[in-house]
Nanobody, 125 residues
């Protein structure tokens, strides 16, 4: 079992920055990711990190968001900069207990085993 708790969301003006934190407890997940869901839209993968530290980003956030993981503290971080109104969404932390084939499922919702409750990010223009 893995428990995930996100924090760090909030309201910011376009061009601003936010740092999301996901605290994990219980078993240590192998791969982790950040997803987001805006009203009326499907949940989409934003950034993912494999067990070996390899990272990958959705095209919409590449160059603006950075995912990192502090294994000693068991936290996942999403540093977001140059935020845009279209980044507004509920952001979710996700954890997977598998690592094989990560590149193929890294942004697939149904391949992650555990989810946090989400933290809201609102970017105003």
């Amino acid at each position: 079992q893995v428990q995930l708790v996100e924090s760090g969301g909030g309201s910011v003006q376009a061009g601003g920055s936010l740092r999301l934190i996901c605290a994990a407890s219980g078993n240590t997940p192998i791969c982790m990711g950040w997803f987001r869901q805006a009203p009326g839209k499907e949940r989409e993968g934003v950034a993912a990190i494999a067990g070996d530290g390899t990272t990958n980003y959705a095209d919409s956030v590449k160059g603006r968001f950075t995912i990192s993981r502090d294994n000693a503290k068991n936290i996942l971080i999403l540093q977001m900069s140059s935020l845009k109104p279209e980044d507004s969404a509920m952001y979710y932390c996700a954890a997977a207990t598998r690592g094989a084939g990560w590149w193929w499922w890294r942004f697939l919702n149904n391949k992650y085993d555990y989810w946090g409750q989400g933290t809201q990010v609102t970017v105003s223009s």
